[in-house]
Each structure stands twice: as C-alpha cells, then as structure tokens.
C-alpha cells in the first residue's frame, strides 16, 4: 500500500520526456536509423567552450542595431503577480523541438543556428506584402520591455521580462486586407542544423496560428529579446511571438514567414495531436489536458505552485475576443 506514487504533472517537468513530447519520442527511432551517429560526427557543440546559461554565445557581438535598442525602457502596464523567473533558470529549461525534447539540451544544440542574416516575410492577403531584414526591424519598430507570464502546457509556468513590439506594428505596416480571417506563423526549416527536424514523420516546420483579431490585440507581441538583450538562440532568437494568455506552444520561436489567410490555418502541435492542443490553446484551469490537470501550475526554479488563472490571468485584454 501506498508504494505506487502517481505524480502531478508539476512533478514529472523535470524529467527528459514530457507530456508535451510524447508524441514525439523519437530519439529510440533515430538511434535505429544511425542519425544520431552521423550528427555526432557532423556536429562539435558539445565541446564549445561557450556562454554562461543566459548569455548568448560569446562570439556573437551585438549587431550595430541592437546596440542601439537594448536594454529598452519598461512599459508600467504590464506588471506580474509573482517574481520573474531566474535568467538562467529560464535558459537552460526549453521547449525547441527541433533540436531536441530535452529541455536542458537545447541551448547547446541550439546554438547552430544561424541567426544573421535573418528575414521575416510578411504575406497574403495584405495591400504592401513585404520582406523585413531583422535589422532593419529593430531600427523601425517601437521596442518596449514588458513582464510576462507564460504558461506552458505541460502545467509549468515562467515569468520573464521580454523586449519587443506589438504585433499589430508590424501589421499596420502590411496592411491586412479586409477578406483575412487569421495569421499563420512559420519558424525555419533547416534539418541539417536541426536533429530535431530529422523526424520526417512531424509537420515540419513548425507552425502556429491567431485569429486576425487576436493577432492585433494589445497583448501580442513579437519579442525580439529577454532580459534586457537580445534574445539567446533557445529563447527563439532572432524573433519569436509571445502571447501570454494561450499555451506557450503557441508562441512559435524562431520565425521567418507571417501570413494573412484566410482560413484558420493547420498548427504543429494541433497536427501532431488535435485532442491535446486545440487550435484556441486559451489558458483555462477548467479545461483539463486529457492526459493531467490544469488547475495549479508550478513555477520552474522556486518551485512555487500558483492556481492557474483563466486566460493566464490576462482576462482585462482579451475577455471581448471570446464573449
Ligand atoms: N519553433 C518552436 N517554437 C516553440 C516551440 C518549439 O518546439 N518550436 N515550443 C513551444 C513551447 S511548447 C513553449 S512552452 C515555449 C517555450 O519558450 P521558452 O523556451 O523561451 O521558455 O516555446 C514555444 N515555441
Ligand atoms: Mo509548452
């Protein structure tokens, strides 16, 4: 009696199989293959004598234009009921499919990626479709540091300060036309960089998507950076979406292509399992996972267990986009 313990799903987050990635256990399936044999051999990161958990690489100097914008002034508006997480807690605890679903692995693996030059497109259905350098964004766009929370899935929650600009910005300057209901978001596609990538079986790359109406909401915000710099490769650099009322599958890292559509678009993790992630991914301690709970959540690095709030608690935003 009592020998059998079932952990809460705050309990298990630390080991290297999550719930999130069950579906993608496939590091057994790619031993098989030799795949991994052959990134070994085509891959030295593991012996880079490289950054401090939360720094980015040491070789990457700052870019002529981040120099100018970090660390960009706060916005008072958003503020958080708890304390921000610590930088190097949040660093080395990462959910990068690509290039591996052990979480404190992905800040070596993802330090492959290239990250400069870097475009985003922005497409469909809009009146100037356009071509952005990462750059020359961070020139024109109005960057602003604001406290979030993300909540993942998986029952474990951050909060982070991440330096950006809103979505609908970036929007304004495309001009969606009046026929586009969504906005699809696309991260690159590089398997021979990404190990990740190599499981031909998932829907490669990985994609996300809003409403129109929730991608111009206040809250969405394109982060270009955390912690006062520039965002570190396993935080999604160059740029990556956060919204911190939904699951935080659905702020896609390391983006190359926005697009006006309209039609509601097909998500990974939507493809991968439909029953577990709906397309919405609204934070809801009503709603369980079908696999565990969502009413508490536990916060990584202090450990301190919150109840989960409806949308993340950023109902005063968002509450009229579901009434
Ligand atoms: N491209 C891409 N974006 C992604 C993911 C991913 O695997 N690939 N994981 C998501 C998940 S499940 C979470 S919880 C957050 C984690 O962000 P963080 O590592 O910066 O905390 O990123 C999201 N964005
Ligand atoms: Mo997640």
């Given amino acids: 009696m009592g020998l059998i313990k079932i952990p809460k799903p705050w309990e298990i987050v630390d080991r290297d199989v999550t719930p999130e990635s069950v579906y993608m256990n496939r590091r057994s399936v790619l031993k098989g293959m030799g795949v991994l044999g052959l990134y070994a051999i085509t891959h030295t990161v593991g012996c880079s004598p490289n950054s401090g958990a939360g720094n980015r690489v040491s070789e990457d100097p700052l870019s002529p234009a981040e120099k100018a914008v970090y660390p960009a002034k706060r916005n008072p508006r958003f503020t958080l009921d708890r304390r921000l997480t610590a930088e190097a807690i949040a660093a080395r605890f990462n959910n990068f499919y690509e290039f591996t679903d052990i979480k404190k692995d992905v800040e070596v693996h993802a330090r492959a990626l290239k990250t400069r030059p870097w475009t985003l497109e922005v497409s469909g259905h809009v009146q100037n479709p356009r071509t952005f350098d990462i750059d020359q964004l961070l020139k024109t766009m109005p960057l602003e540091e604001r406290l979030y929370r993300l909540r993942c899935v998986e029952a474990w929650a951050m909060a982070v300060p991440w330096t950006g600009f809103p979505l609908k910005k970036l929007l304004?300057?495309?001009?969606?036309?009046?026929?586009?209901?969504?906005?699809?978001?696309?991260?690159?596609?590089?398997?021979?960089?990404?190990?990740?990538?190599?499981?031909?079986?998932?829907?490669?790359?990985?994609?996300?998507?809003?409403t129109l109406k929730e991608a111009?909401?206040?809250?969405?915000?394109?982060?270009?950076?955390?912690?006062?710099?520039?965002?570190?490769?396993q935080h999604g650099a160059p740029i990556r979406l956060a919204v911190p009322w939904k699951y935080g599958f659905k702020s896609i890292k390391s983006?190359?292509?926005?697009?006006?559509?309209?039609?509601?678009?097909?998500?990974?993790?939507?493809?991968?399992?439909?029953?577990?992630?709906?397309?919405?991914?609204?934070?809801?301690?009503?709603?369980?996972?079908?696999?565990w709970s969502q009413a508490k959540e536990k916060m990584i690095g202090s450990g301190e267990i919150f109840p989960t709030q409806l949308f993340n608690g950023y109902g005063e935003w968002v509450n009229s986009l579901y009434a």
């Fill in 255 to 291: 983006i190359v292509k926005i697009e006006l559509l309209d039609y509601r678009p097909a998500t990974f993790w939507n493809t991968v399992q439909g029953l577990e992630y709906d397309f919405l991914a609204n934070v809801n301690p009503k709603i369980p996972h079908p696999r």
């Fill in 216 to 233: 111009q909401n206040d809250l969405t915000f394109l982060a270009t950076g955390i912690y006062g710099h520039p965002l570190p490769r």
């Fill in 172 to 210: 304004e300057q495309v001009q969606p036309l009046s026929k586009a209901t969504h906005v699809r978001f696309t991260s690159f596609y590089k398997p021979f960089t990404a190990q990740g990538q190599l499981a031909f079986w998932n829907p490669w790359p990985y994609a996300e998507g809003l």
